[in-house]
């Protein structure tokens, strides 16, 4: 997606440990219209593909997943919670999260309220790297007996492996933006597609 | 808001302790098209109002924000953070806020970068009940050098302090439903407004 790619060269910052910081527009101030032609263009891939319900996971994802609902014909948006424990409650689908951002382990969980056996499921985040986030949302999925319809992603890290990983297991994930290379000196260096 | 009452009525489930449980639609699960009717109408009460970003609390803050943004022309969202420490790095406004909800002190922190001297900044959240949250965003904006343009709120517990706290601060806050009182046998009562 030519603006996403654009906006990130215009106003991502690469930081050391490969870290792309783009609070500026994607995940701490966030540009509702950019997120329109997000939201556009994921309706675009998924054209055809049924999708009942939109799943994320907090915090920076529910932005991007509400609006993209807007293109949805407003299909309900549920975001998963990361719990500083295990839930152990039975009202709660869960499933453990390592997150290489901050280095700890999370327990994702999602109210069985709101994943629904039969549900097809969209799953949409704002990064892709390892994985693991993605792959605890498609964990919810499955617990509920429902079928992950998707993922989409607005920036993906393809020099990690998470993106190579679920697409072997079977998972179409389409990126906005894949990342192949970055560096200070350098800048970002896309996937062509 | 009558849709909005309507909807707490039939969907919103009173439990113990004065918690009213809206997941099914306002912050679990999303009813995007909702949200777009709360977002017309905040801009209905706040039209004229120089308004030039929107300032929430994650979590679920950012998805009624997000969709509102469409109704002040894009302006942008930003999203206050919830810090476990004090956070000390000089590139954040931040501020204690006490959370009644979790029982503990958290930090609410906001990159300098995105509020900017002479913003005029509407705060927007889902519930307002002691109003700690309120006054914790409103105290980032004046570290800004910014303007509280008001305040949108979901829904109001009428019978906890922070409403009229805020307002007697001289905070304009628009909530579209107050809640006067509510019980598990008597259900919900409006505030006739």
Same mark, same amino acid.
């Given at each position: !997606? &030519?603006?996403?790619?654009? &906006?990130?060269?215009?106003?991502?910052?690469?930081? /050391?440990?490969?870290?792309?910081?783009?609070?500026?527009?994607?995940?701490?101030?966030?540009?509702?219209?950019?997120?329109?032609?997000?939201? &556009?263009?994921? #309706?675009?891939? $998924?054209?055809?593909? /049924?999708?009942?319900?939109?799943?994320?996971?907090?915090?920076?994802?529910? #932005?991007?997943?509400?609006?993209?609902?807007?293109?949805?014909?407003?299909? /309900?948006?549920?975001?998963?919670?990361?719990?500083?424990? #295990?839930?152990?409650?039975?009202? $709660?689908?869960?499933? /453990?999260?390592?997150?290489?951002?901050?280095?700890?382990?999370?327990? !994702?969980?999602?109210?069985?309220?709101?994943?629904?056996?039969?549900?097809?499921?969209?799953?949409?985040?704002? $990064?892709?790297?390892?994985?693991?986030?993605?792959?605890?949302?498609?964990?919810?999925?499955?617990?509920?007996?429902?079928?992950?319809?998707?993922?989409?992603?607005?920036?993906?890290?393809? $020099?990690?492996?998470?993106?190579?990983?679920? &697409?072997?297991?079977?998972?179409?994930?389409?990126?906005?933006?894949?990342?192949?290379? !970055?560096?200070?000196?350098?800048?970002?260096?896309?996937?062509?597609?």
């Amino acid at each position: !997606m &030519r603006l996403l790619q654009d &906006r990130i060269r215009k106003d991502g910052i690469v930081l /050391p440990g490969n870290i792309l910081k783009v609070g500026s527009f994607l995940n701490h101030q966030l540009d509702v219209a950019l997120f329109n032609e997000i939201g &556009r263009e994921f #309706a675009r891939r $998924f054209a055809g593909t /049924p999708v009942s319900r939109i799943l994320t996971i907090e915090a920076s994802g529910i #932005a991007i997943a509400c609006i993209t609902a807007q293109y949805f014909s407003n299909v /309900p948006v549920v975001f998963a919670k990361k719990a500083a424990g #295990a839930n152990l409650s039975g009202d $709660f689908y869960s499933t /453990p999260v390592s997150s290489y951002t901050h280095g700890n382990t999370y327990t !994702m969980t999602v109210s069985r309220e709101y994943l629904q056996q039969g549900d097809h499921v969209l799953l949409i985040d704002d $990064f892709l790297a390892n994985g693991c986030a993605l792959e605890g949302l498609a964990a919810l999925v499955r617990q509920a007996g429902a079928t992950v319809s998707g993922a989409g992603i607005v920036i993906e890290k393809g $020099f990690q492996n998470g993106g190579e990983r679920l &697409r072997a297991a079977g998972v179409r994930v389409e990126s906005l933006a894949v990342i192949d290379a !970055m560096s200070q000196e350098e800048g970002v260096v896309f996937r062509r597609t």
